[in-house]
């Protein structure tokens, strides 16, 4: 069980937007800040968006960001084929003194 | 552009000591300002943050693994390396390598901004 909660799955057609969550508590998301990353299939981990909101050079403004108290989400609008992949959140957690992340999100563009 | 690289044996025995090494290219591990850190993900599931290493060899590890984990910095030879004492089958899982940032200095607020592409490992006898 993931300290922070995300839905398993989620699915949209190309050219829509969708949302994904993640709900934490106020000793991770309530107090510090959210990082999301991207995961291809087979492919490592990359950095979608850092501190709630900025994306790293490269990423398309397609990806955004946000945060309000306890939960976040990651938004992605036009969506294409090549954005189908596994979604993570992840922040630092103040009562566990590590960082933790959701279980994943796995995106299918339909 | 800085890239990583994890290296080491892709079967260990349990009971035994798993020990990785991270190459960094294109980067200086002694210019400071990034905290090289270790993430595991194991088979089918979500990820799992290791701990982290600075330059001059202060650590961090996440409380859940800090008895059976320890960390070296090899400046140079602009590497750094990951050691997971009494493996049992449970530590199966592919090891990433990454750079963490710590904005404004509050660690809180760290994340990993490059990650190496990952290496499978798998407790067997």
């Known amino acids: 069980q993931s300290v922070l909660t995300q839905p398993p799955s989620a699915s949209e057609t190309p050219g829509q937007r969708v949302t994904i969550s993640c709900s934490g508590s106020?000793?991770?998301?309530?107090?510090?800040?959210i990082n999301w990353y991207q995961q291809l299939p087979g492919t490592a981990p990359k950095l979608l968006i850092y501190t709630n909101n900025q994306r790293p050079s490269g990423v398309p403004d397609r990806f955004s960001g946000s945060k309000s108290g306890t939960s976040a989400s990651l938004a992605i609008s036009g969506l294409q084929s090549e954005d189908e992949a596994d979604y993570y959140c992840a922040a630092w957690d103040d009562s566990l003194n590590a960082l933790v992340f959701g279980g994943g999100t796995k995106l299918t563009v339909l | 552009q800085v890239q990583l690289q994890e290296s080491g044996p892709g079967l260990v025995k349990p009971s035994q000591t798993l020990s990785l090494t991270c190459t960094v290219s294109g980067g200086s591990i002694s210019s400071g300002g990034y905290y090289w850190s270790w993430i595991r993900q194991h088979p089918g599931k979500g990820l799992e943050w290791i701990g982290y290493i600075y330059y001059s060899g202060s650590t961090y590890y996440n409380p859940s693994l800090k008895s059976l984990v320890s960390m070296s910095v090899d400046t140079s030879k602009n590497q750094f390396s990951l050691k997971l004492s009494s493996v049992t089958a449970a530590d199966t899982a592919v090891y990433y390598c990454?750079?963490?940032?710590?904005?404004?200095?509050?660690?809180?607020?760290?994340?990993?901004?490059?990650w190496g592409k990952g290496t499978t490992v798998t407790v067997s006898s």
């Open positions: 990454a750079r963490g940032v710590v904005p404004a200095a509050i660690t809180n607020y760290y994340y990993m901004d490059v």
């Open positions: 106020s000793s991770n998301i309530g107090s510090n800040t």
